[in-house]
C-alpha cells in the first residue's frame, strides 16, 4: 500500500501540514531556524526509493548518496583551500540545504514521470 505513488504523496502531505501546527502552534519560539524540508528529507528518501523502483525497476538512492558524497568531498576542498580551515556549522547547514533541494527535486521527477506512465 505505502508503494502507491498516490499514498506516498498524501502522507508527504500530512506530514508536511503535521509539521507546519507543530511549528506554529506549540514551538514558534523554540524553533525559530527549524524548516520542515529537513525532517521531510527522510519521508522524501523512502519515497524516492519505492517511486524508483516502481518506475525505472531499481532504486536510486546509492547513486544520490554517492553524488552527495562527491559534492561533500568537493566542498571540503574548496573550503580547506580558499577559507584555510573547514566551518564545520556551515558546512554542514549547506550540505544539508543542498540535500533538500536535491530529494525533493528527484521525488518531483520521478513523481512526474509515474503520473504520466499512469495516465497512458
Not at 36 to 46: E, G, H, K, N, Q
Not at 80 to 87: F, N
Not at 88 to 106: E, N, S
Request: aromatic letters at 16%; charged letters at 15%; a positive charge.
Amino acid at each position: 500500500m505505502i508503494k502507491e505513488w498516490y499514498v506516498q504523496l498524501l502522507i508527504l502531505i500530512l506530514v508536511w501540514l503535521i509539521l507546519t501546527l507543530l511549528k506554529k502552534r506549540f514551538f514558534r519560539k523554540q524553533l525559530k531556524n527549524f524548516k520542515r524540508l529537513d525532517v521531510m528529507s527522510l519521508f522524501l528518501l523512502i519515497a524516492i526509493h519505492f517511486l524508483s523502483q516502481d518506475v525505472m525497476g531499481l532504486s536510486i538512492i546509492p547513486f544520490l548518496i554517492c553524488g552527495l558524497s562527491a559534492y561533500g568531498l568537493i566542498m571540503t576542498i574548496l573550503y580547506a583551500l580558499m577559507e584555510g580551515q573547514i566551518l564545520y556549522k556551515k558546512f554542514l547547514i549547506k550540505f544539508w540545504r543542498v540535500a533538500d533541494i536535491l530529494f525533493l527535486g528527484t521525488y518531483c521527477v520521478l513523481l512526474i514521470f509515474k503520473i504520466v506512465s499512469f495516465f497512458n
